[in-house]
């Protein structure tokens, strides 16, 4: 059934009309510091179908439940020491810890795809503290993009892949992190880090020593199951860590461009990570259109660093190549 989407401000009227159609069982889409989210009242099992349907996802892989604070967090899931140092120093922020649900968790089952663990997060951004304060439930949000297209990192790109699929989205500008949020499962013996992510490895490991890292290409166990290898996919094909530009690709750059390409973006020109994040999958939609408009075979894609954030650009970059 098709919808005409508002799209609203994110002053107090635009917030409380947010609020208010979540609490409606509606689908609103919103900004936070890393992508925007598919926002749903996650206590509301029909609200959260509703995602799933709206997205196209084929499976119902579980979603994050976002709090507008940690002590609102942890009264659905049930935190370790580990967690709270983590929560301390992270939240709000970039980072979703999988925990163990609490007997009285109010996330619907579906949320969490019938697990007994649930993913929490806490995000930074002011829209989606403010929206979270005023909606007073956990929201369950995944990034608001069609199943296995690339994340929205503006209201625009959601109305790209949304509109008239959900009721509203809130209009907050780019999101600064432009990556997801790192995924980080405390419910087993050890930490294991899911989805490499706007938190670094190393940031985390200065907290929690004993973090494993994530095996992302180790396709035979994915143990985060939204985590398939083919994701974020762009219509042309990625050529990665290429040194020259063919007749006819496109190219996004890191640091100083090789010369000659059709088309161009540049992630950050003077090589820096969090740059290159933030603009990440706007270059890579924006190639992708109007390098098809041009008739472009492929995109030619520069090396990236992998320490530091360039891990989970990396990540992002192997799985829109991946066919
Ligand atoms: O930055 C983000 O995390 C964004 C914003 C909107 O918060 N959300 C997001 O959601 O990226 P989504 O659904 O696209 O990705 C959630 C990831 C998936 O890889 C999923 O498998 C994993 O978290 N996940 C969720 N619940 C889990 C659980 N109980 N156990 C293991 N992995 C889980
Ligand atoms: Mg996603």
Known sequence: MSVATLRLVPDAAGIAQAAALLRAGQLVAFPTETVYGLGADATDEAAVAAIYGAKNRPSFNPLIAHYATAAAAFGDVEPSALAERLAEAF????????????????VARLAGAGLDTQAVRVPAHPVAQRLLAAVGRAVAAPSANLSGRVSPTTAQHVLEGLDGRIAAVIDGGACAVGLESTVVDLSGSRPNLLRAGGVTLEALREVAPAMAAAEDHDAAAPRSP??????????????????????????????????????????????????????????????????????????????????????AINDRLSRAAHR
């Open 91 to 106: 939240w709000p922020g970039p980072l979703t810890l999988v925990l163990p649900r609490r007997p009285l968790c109010t």
């Open 226 to 311: 939204g985590q398939s290898l083919s994701h974020y996919s762009p219509d042309l094909p990625l050529r990665l860590n290429a040194t020259e530009v063919a007749e006819n690709e496109a190219l996004l750059a890191f640091g100083p461009a090789i010369p000659g390409a059709v088309l161009s973006f540049n992630l950050s020109e003077v090589g820096n990570l969090a740059e290159a994040a933030a603009r990440l999958f706007a270059g890579l939609r924006w190639l992708d259109s109007q390098g098809r408009a041009l008739g472009c075979r492929g995109i030619a894609v520069m090396p990236v660093p992998r320490e530091g954030l360039g891990a």
